[in-house]
């Protein structure tokens, strides 16, 4: 069963574009990344995507597809009426290489300015033993796949460009929160949230949850917590109390 789907597709680059219209043939089982193969097949033949595994794994193929961040290759077409009009344009939050094509450059950055994984001294690969319950707390977020989709839909940066040096956004909070529950990992993650990474912007919004492709609660079982170990050591008195006499017995 086939039908004629009407589309609106993004085309442009270097800031400047417009929505074009385009009529393309639909198949049962089709999804959106694929009625884009079959307008660069057989009608735009230059136009830009950006896709590797289909399979939903590689985030890929984020885009807006009706306004809403999705991935391409997961998006039925059946989950659309057939009379209704499908736009598709590129993540806003950042800028447009060419067509669907962002440029992500910023998340790889804010990927490097986290510290990696720093064990205490004198223990060696090999000699890590962790309780499962704290290899279950950060397992759901090594199921993130990278589609910096959480990023993009975030509105601190999404509506904010002055904010992208301070912010790292949820994926990369995420990380932090995900090292910082991490019993030997000795570096002081709290902190650096806070004070390098721009913490304190999130105001929990949970966008950056609704769209994950993973279902990983980011906002719920990351960045809540997060802010909640941030808060007790900055304003607990008993944790206060704590840290001044361990920095008086150290001086």
Not at 3 to 19: I, M, S, T
Not at 47 to 55: D, E, G, M, P
Not at 190 to 217: F, R
């Amino acid at each position: 069963m086939s039908y004629k789907a009407k589309f609106k597709v993004w085309r442009g680059e270097g800031g400047e574009g417009r929505l074009e219209d385009f009529t393309v043939e639909v198949n049962e089982g089709e999804v959106v990344l694929d009625i884009i193969h079959r307008l660069q097949a057989t009608q735009a033949p230059d136009l830009a995507v950006r896709w590797n595994c289909k399979a939903g794994k590689c985030g890929s193929c984020s885009m807006e597809i009706n306004g809403k961040p999705r991935l391409g290759c997961m998006t039925r077409m059946s989950t659309f009426a057939e009379d209704e009009t499908i736009t598709v344009t590129p993540m806003r939050t950042f800028p447009v290489i060419k067509d669907l094509v962002t440029d992500v450059s910023f998340n790889y950055q804010k990927a490097r300015e986290i510290p990696s994984f720093t064990p205490p001294d004198g223990v060696r690969p090999g000699e890590y033993r962790m309780q499962q319950v704290d290899v279950e707390r950060s397992q759901e977020f090594r199921k993130c796949i990278e589609c910096f989709m959480c990023n993009n839909v975030c509105h601190v940066i999404r509506d904010h460009e002055e904010n992208k040096p301070a912010f790292a956004g949820p994926r990369f909070l995420m990380r932090i929160a995900e090292l910082d529950m991490h019993p030997y990992d000795v570096a002081d993650r709290q902190d650096s949230a806070q004070q390098e990474h721009g913490l304190g912007y999130c105001n929990i919004t949970k966008c950056c949850t609704e769209v994950c492709p993973e279902h990983i609660k980011i906002t719920d079982n990351a960045l809540i917590p997060m802010k909640e170990r941030v808060v007790d050591r900055k304003y607990d008195p008993l944790v206060w109390l704590g840290d001044k006499i361990f920095r008086r017995s150290k001086s």
